[in-house]
């Protein structure tokens, strides 16, 4: 893999001393022996950064494909997240403990806050919790998923350690500008959560013409408009296929004119995951 003019390796990008390899792999629904052995195919395909939660109830798959890789630990970049009914004081700390159980690991690379929903406690009471976490070495990173400007502002304002990642879902299809503004003021990353649409990507006539010139697919094309953005896209799949086909985005650069043309396929109506009672007022 070529590195890029200013000798960068495109595939990791660095935010507040985290480094994170990209594209990620998501693991939400890969579960059973179906979902272990996906995760081993991708290991073996040269993924080292898998995105995992507790709500999804999939980590111990995650833990028994990373254990059987043969890797060692600091090849990897795991990364999981605590479920808002796990926000209270006297859960949270159980909670983390059960995801490094279930993951088979000593520390995470970065813990995230799943959702901003803090019923019975309050957005700056958890990110104390989350930099406990981190004041302990149970993880290297801390960061937030699914906030929006304002509960950014409000999650610096509480934290003593840097905020490395907002992971959020973000695709040709769903304007994130303001999001990503922020998180480039603060010097942080932002994680691109369901990056090709739920296949939308693969079928979109623009992306596909684009695809064309430069012989990749739609899906393709999605993914490396993510990347020139800075962003670290986390796509999910268990088709061994499509991810291999995943990784192959950086031997190809889009043009501005293309970047614009993809942008510009934004929709009011482009969000995709909104769990009922969870989602915030989105900017």
């Known amino acids: 893999m070529e590195k890029s003019e200013d000798g960068r390796d495109p595939a990791v990008v660095e935010a507040r001393g985290a480094k994170v390899p990209r594209p990620g792999f998501g693991t939400w629904s890969l579960a059973g022996d179906e979902g272990r052995e996906i995760m081993e195919a991708a290991l073996e395909m040269g993924y080292r950064h898998f ?13 028994r494909a990373l254990e059987s ?22 859960d949270f700390r159980r909670a983390v403990e059960g995801i490094l159980e279930r993951l088979r690991t000593d520390y995470l690379d970065l813990l995230l806050l799943h959702w901003p929903v803090f019923q019975g406690t309050t957005l700056e009471a958890v990110v104390e919790r989350l930099n406990a ?56 990353l932002l994680t691109a959560y369901c ?10 006539p623009v992306l596909r013409e684009i695809g064309e010139v430069h012989g990749k697919t739609g899906a393709q094309v999605s993914l490396r408009w993510l990347l020139q953005q800075d962003t670290v896209p986390i796509p ?15 031997d190809f650069e889009l ?9 510009g396929l934004h929709e ?5 995951i909104e769990p009922s009672g969870m989602t915030p007022e989105w900017d």
């Open 69 to 90: 890789s043969g890797l060692l630990r600091r090849e990897l970049f795991l990364t999981s997240k605590v479920w808002p009914t796990h926000y209270g004081p006297a």
């Open 51 to 63: 995105d995992a939660a507790e709500d999804y109830g999939n980590e111990e798959e995650v833990g």
């Open 195 to 204: 990056p090709l649409a739920r296949g939308r990507t693969a079928r979109n």
């Open 133 to 188: 976490m981190r004041d302990e070495e149970l993880t290297l990173h801390i960061g937030v998923s699914n906030v929006t400007v304002d509960l950014l502002d409000r999650a610096w304002a509480a934290t003593t350690y840097p905020l490395v990642v907002n992971q959020v879902e973000y695709h040709p299809f769903l304007d994130q500008g303001a999001v990503l503004g922020e998180v480039r003021d603060r010097e942080m």
């Open 268 to 272: 009011p109506d482009g969000r995709i």
């Open 255 to 263: 043009s501005g004119e293309e970047m614009e043309r993809i942008h």
């Open 236 to 250: 999910r799949t268990s088709d061994p296929e499509h991810a291999r086909e995943n990784l192959e985005i950086f």
